[in-house]
C-alpha cells in the first residue's frame, strides 16, 4: 500500500539555523500538506499546496516558512531561522484529487531547536 | 471559524468491552469529519471519515462512528476493545468550502485498553 514518507526523522539543529524537512507524497495525489505537533498539544495545520501554489496557509506560517516542490516526487518545508519554538513534530500529508479526499499522513519529523 | 472539541484527555476501558471516545465540532456549513489514531513514535493512521451518507461510517480495525448533526458529535465507538487499541485519538474537522481542505484537529484523546 502506497505511503508518505518523510525524512530525517530526527534532526537537531542550533536556533538561527536553516532546517529543510523532506517528504514524498503517495504518487498520484495532488494536495500536499504540512502539519506540526508541539509535544503535548494538538496537530496543527500550517500549508497546503496544489498545482504547484500554496492554497493556504495558517498563521503559523510565517516569513519564516516556505515550502517547495523542486521535482515530481518530492515535497519540501524550510525555517529559515529555526527558533526554540519551532521545535515540534512536522508532518506531511497527502490527498487525492478534491477536498473530500482524505489526508495520508507520514510518520513525522521530530524537530528539535537548541 | 472551525474548532473540534474532544472532551476527555483519557479514557480507560477494559479488554473485551464497548468503548466511546467522544468528539464535537463546530464548523461553518456542512461537515467532513476524520478519525486518525496515533501510536508512540509513530505518524497519524486515518480510520474513518464522514462526508455524506449515512451517519454510521465504518472504519478500519472494527471501529466505527456516528454523525449526529443535532448534537454536533461525532463520536468514535468500538463494540469490543482490545489490548491493540490503546493509543491516542485525534479526532478532526474541515469545513465543506471550496478552497478550505486544511484539517482542524482536537486535542486528542488517550485511549487504554486494560487486560
Redesign the interface.
Known amino acids: 500500500e502506497p505511503e508518505v514518507t518523510q525524512t530525517p526523522s530526527h534532526q537537531v539543529t542550533q536556533m538561527g539555523q536553516e532546517v529543510i524537512l523532506r517528504c514524498v507524497p503517495i504518487s498520484n495525489h495532488l494536495y500536499f500538506y504540512w502539519y506540526r505537533q508541539i509535544l503535548g498539544q494538538k496537530v496543527e495545520f500550517l500549508v497546503s499546496f496544489y498545482n504547484n501554489e500554496i492554497s493556504e496557509k495558517s498563521e503559523i506560517f510565517d516569513d519564516q516558512f516556505s515550502v517547495e516542490r523542486p521535482d515530481g516526487s518530492n515535497f519540501t518545508l524550510k525555517i529559515r531561522s529555526t527558533k526554540l519554538e519551532d521545535s515540534a513534530m512536522y508532518f506531511c500529508a497527502s490527498g487525492g484529487l478534491a477536498g473530500v479526499e482524505t489526508q495520508y499522513f507520514g510518520p513525522g519529523t521530530r524537530l528539535l531547536v537548541l | 471559524a472551525q474548532s473540534v472539541a474532544q472532551p476527555e484527555d483519557q479514557v480507560n476501558v477494559a479488554e473485551g468491552n464497548p468503548l466511546t471516545v467522544k468528539c464535537t465540532y463546530s464548523v461553518s456549513g456542512n461537515p467532513?469529519l476524520?478519525w486518525?489514531v496515533q501510536y508512540p513514535n509513530?505518524?497519524?493512521?486515518?480510520l474513518l471519515?464522514y462526508?455524506t451518507g449515512d451517519n454510521l461510517v465504518k472504519g478500519s480495525y472494527g471501529f466505527e462512528a456516528e454523525f449526529n448533526k443535532s448534537q454536533t458529535s461525532f463520536h468514535l465507538k468500538k463494540p469490543s476493545a482490545l489490548v491493540s487499541d490503546s493509543a491516542l485519538y485525534?479526532c478532526?474537522v474541515?469545513a465543506d468550502q471550496?478552497?478550505?481542505?486544511?484539517?482542524?484537529?482536537?486535542?486528542?484523546t488517550r485511549l487504554t485498553v486494560i487486560p
Open positions: 467532513y476524520f486518525y509513530r505518524g497519524l493512521q486515518f471519515k462526508i485525534f478532526a474541515r471550496t478552497g478550505a481542505n486544511n484539517l482542524f484537529f482536537g486535542t486528542g
